[in-house]
C-alpha cells in the first residue's frame, strides 16, 4: 500500500470517529434538553395540580430536593435548629390574651394565629430528631391536629416510642404519617418512590396533600357533631337534674 492509499485510509478513519464524536455529544446534547423540558413540564403540570389549591402550608424539616421546592409553592423548609413555637404549627390560643400586674405593665401578651386551613409536616431521613423536637412535632400533631410525615425507621420509630406505640420493622426511607383522623399509615409514600425520581416524589406527596384535606374536612365535621351532642347530652343531663330537684321540692 503507497503512501497515498494509507492517507486516504487514515483520512476516512479519523472522519468516522470525528463523525462518530459529533453524533454522540449532539445526542448528549438533545438528550439532556429533551430531560430538562421533561421536568419543566412535569414541574408546571405539578403547579397545575395544586394550583387552586391555595390555603394549604407544607412544613419541610431537613433538605428537601430541589423538585419539591419548585413543584409545590407554598412550602416552609426548616433546618433542625429552627424548630421552634414561633416556627412550627402548634397548638396556639384562639384569642388575644394580655396579662398585666397591679400597676398595669404588661407582663405577658399572647396574639392568636392565623394558620393556613391545610397543614402538612415532613420531616426527612437526613434529620436526626431530639427530645425537645419530639415534642414539638407531638404538639402540632396530636394538640393541633396536623398531619405528620416521618421519613426513615429511625426518626418513625422515635416518634412511635414518644406517643407510646411500638416500634415497626422499617426501611431507612420509609414513610409514616400520624393523622388525627385515623390509625398510623405506614408507606404512606412508598420506599422506591422516596429515594426514586424526584418528580414522582412530588406527585406523590402532591397525592397525600389533597386526599387529606378531604380526610381533615370531614374529621373537622364529626368533630363538630361530636361536640354539638356532648353539649345537648350535658344539657339535657342538667334539665332533668333540675326537673328532678323541682318535683322533689314541690313533694317536701
Known amino acids: 500500500m503507497n503512501k497515498r492509499h494509507l492517507v486516504v485510509v487514515f483520512t476516512t478513519i479519523f472522519m468516522v470517529v470525528a463523525l462518530i464524536v459529533g453524533v454522540s455529544v449532539l445526542l448528549r446534547k438533545y438528550a439532556a434538553k429533551a430531560d430538562a423540558d421533561r421536568r419543566q413540564q412535569e414541574i408546571a403540570e405539578h403547579a397545575e395540580r395544586i394550583g387552586e389549591f391555595e390555603d394549604y402550608m407544607v412544613y419541610y424539616i431537613g433538605e428537601p430536593p430541589i423538585e419539591l421546592e419548585t413543584g409545590i409553592p407554598n412550602i416552609?423548609?426548616?433546618?433542625?435548629?429552627?424548630?421552634?413555637?414561633?416556627?412550627?404549627?402548634?397548638?396556639?390560643?384562639?384569642?388575644?390574651?394580655?396579662?398585666?400586674?397591679n400597676n398595669n405593665n404588661v407582663v405577658n401578651e399572647v396574639q392568636p394565629r392565623d394558620y393556613p386551613e391545610y397543614m402538612l409536616i415532613y420531616v426527612g431521613s437526613d434529620v436526626t430528631l431530639t427530645e425537645d423536637q419530639l415534642e414539638l412535632l407531638r404538639d402540632c400533631n396530636i394538640e393541633n391536629d396536623v398531619p405528620l410525615i416521618i421519613e426513615g425507621a429511625t426518626n418513625i420509630n422515635a416518634y412511635r416510642e414518644y406517643i407510646f406505640m411500638v416500634s415497626h420493622?422499617?426501611?431507612?426511607?420509609?414513610?409514616?404519617?400520624?393523622?388525627?383522623?385515623?390509625?398510623?399509615?405506614?408507606?404512606?409514600?412508598?420506599?422506591?418512590?422516596?429515594?426514586?425520581?424526584?418528580?414522582?416524589?412530588?406527585n406523590a406527596l402532591i397525592d397525600v396533600i389533597l386526599s387529606n384535606a378531604e380526610?381533615?374536612?370531614?374529621?373537622?365535621?364529626?368533630?363538630?357533631?361530636?361536640?354539638e351532642t356532648e353539649a345537648t347530652t350535658t344539657t339535657t343531663t342538667e334539665e332533668t337534674e333540675e326537673t328532678e330537684e323541682t318535683e322533689e321540692t314541690d313533694e317536701a
Open 169 to 202: 420493622d422499617l426501611g431507612d426511607h420509609a414513610t409514616c404519617m400520624f393523622a388525627p383522623w385515623g390509625q398510623p399509615q405506614d408507606n404512606i409514600i412508598p420506599e422506591e418512590v422516596v429515594t426514586g425520581d424526584k418528580a414522582g416524589f412530588v
Open 76 to 101: 416552609t423548609v426548616l433546618t433542625p435548629g429552627l424548630m421552634n413555637r414561633n416556627t412550627l404549627p402548634v397548638s396556639w390560643s384562639d384569642i388575644h390574651f394580655i396579662e398585666m400586674d
Open 215 to 227: 380526610k381533615i374536612d370531614a374529621y373537622r365535621v364529626d368533630s363538630l357533631v361530636e361536640v
